[in-house]
């Protein structure tokens, strides 16, 4: 009897090892996983800084060579005060069609908005003695939230923090275009563009690079 109670103990015993739980004992979670975040690819956005003003001038046509930093936007003054037939200012960068007017020239225009394919090389089209002057950000007028600011021909304006719209209006018989770009990255929006007189009203956010397009136009620019 003892022997066979003993099995039977020990049979049961094993039985109950074996058995599946049925929820008693000490419940171990399975570990959880969170999913590998990617590696970053791109640099961060480049921040504007002060770089020296360069200046180049030419009688005609003709090329020159830059060094502006191929991580810093410029911007790129052309002068021509006696051309009287097409002006053409090409690039061998992203930003390739500085200028394309007829007779006398003077505007601005950003370039270096792409880090990838630089400027280096600058191709003037013009018939008369010109200037071309690359600056940072120092050299732009600000467009003062509340206040009109007046000009001709293409431009770039700083706007100012807190900014959020604009109203611009302008004569022209040509085209007229406006793009807005961030400070602190390379991000560029057509806001604008259409041919003949305008009186619009666009969404900005400031602090922004306001670029004007027509070289015929007269406007203005009321940030609000």
């Excluded at 058995?19 to 970053?40: D, Q, R």
């Excluded at 930003?95 to 950003?110: E, P, Q, R």
């Excluded at 666009?202 to 027509?214: I, K």
Aim: proline share 8%.
């Amino acid at each position: 009897m003892k022997i066979r109670l003993g099995g039977a103990l020990l049979l049961l015993v094993l039985a109950s090892a074996c058995a599946p739980s049925s929820g008693y004992g000490e419940i171990v979670a399975e570990p959880t996983y969170e999913p590998a975040l990617p590696t970053p690819t791109s640099t961060a956005p480049p921040v504007p800084r002060e770089v020296p003003t360069e200046t180049h001038s030419g009688s005609e046509s003709g090329e020159f060579q830059t060094t502006w930093p191929a991580d810093q936007v410029g911007f790129f003054t052309f002068d021509c005060p006696k051309c009287t037939a097409n002006v053409i200012v090409d690039t061998d960068g992203g930003d390739h069609s500085l200028v394309n007017a007829i007779g006398a020239y003077k505007g601005t225009k950003w370039m270096n908005t792409q880090p990838d394919r630089p400027v280096k090389r600058v191709t003037v089209h013009a018939n008369a003695p010109w200037t071309a002057t690359i600056s940072d950000h120092r050299s732009l007028p600000m467009a003062e939230s509340g206040k009109d600011t007046a000009g001709k021909g293409e431009a770039v304006l700083k706007l100012p923090a807190g900014v959020s719209r604009i109203k611009f209006t302008a004569k022209t018989r040509g085209n007229i275009g406006l793009w807005v770009m961030a400070t602190s990255i390379i991000d560029r929006d057509l806001i604008l563009n259409q041919i003949g007189d305008v009186q619009v009203e666009r969404d900005v956010e400031g602090p922004a690079y306001l670029q004007v397009v027509g070289y015929e136009a007269g406007w203005t620019v009321t940030p609000s």
